[in-house]
């Protein structure tokens, strides 16, 4: 079971004043029943330092919050556009975000009633930050693995020289004398 509570997220300063908010009043007095939300803001680079790389553009958040009954389902997209290293080359690479987004919210009163419920978001103040699922959302929709072009050949292991711009004449037959035997069979 996921419990997710929207006060609970720390970014250590990261997020300051770039959260993503939407504001549920109208939705909750029951004005409308369904409501969209467009959302663009610069998130922060140091979210993604630890794969050294960087956002190029804003990222949109478009979305459209459905009340039925005591949840509010949310469904929509987000855009955005990230510069991260290649990981066979090291050559710096553009990477589209177009992901869908899905997310259910529900007033903090009836935790008692979703206690066995995946993934609901609980919210007391109708204004809540979506940050956290917006960010969540990039990085499990990302590649393990972001590639210049599939066909990248990558580094040398032996000069360090990227592949795809010029040859080498370095030697990559270094083969493991245990396993020397095997080259014979083929």
Not at 41 to 65: A, C, E, H, M, W
């Amino acid at each position: 079971m996921t419990i997710i509570y929207i006060a609970v997220y720390n970014y250590s300063g990261i997020l300051r004043g770039v959260n993503m908010i939407i504001d549920l009043k109208n939705l909750k007095l029951r004005v409308k029943d369904v409501e969209a939300y467009s959302l663009e803001k610069i998130l922060s680079n140091k979210l993604l330092d630890t794969i050294y790389g960087r956002f190029l553009k804003p990222t949109l958040v478009q979305l459209t919050v459905e009340r039925t009954g005591k949840l509010y389902l949310a469904n929509g997209r987000i855009n955005t556009i990230i510069e991260v290293p290649c990981y066979r080359c090291l050559t710096n690479t553009t990477f589209p975000i177009d992901n869908g987004i899905n997310f259910t919210l529900a007033e903090s009163i009836h935790e008692e009633d979703y206690r066995g419920e995946d993934d609901i978001i609980f919210f007391t103040n109708p204004e809540v930050d979506i940050t956290p699922s917006v960010i969540e959302n990039i990085f499990v929709n990302m590649p393990m693995r972001i590639l210049c072009d599939d066909n990248c050949r990558g580094l040398c292991p032996e000069c360090g020289i990227n592949k795809n711009l010029d040859t080498c004449n370095c030697k990559t037959d270094n083969i493991d004398p245990r396993l020397a035997k095997l080259k014979d069979l083929l």
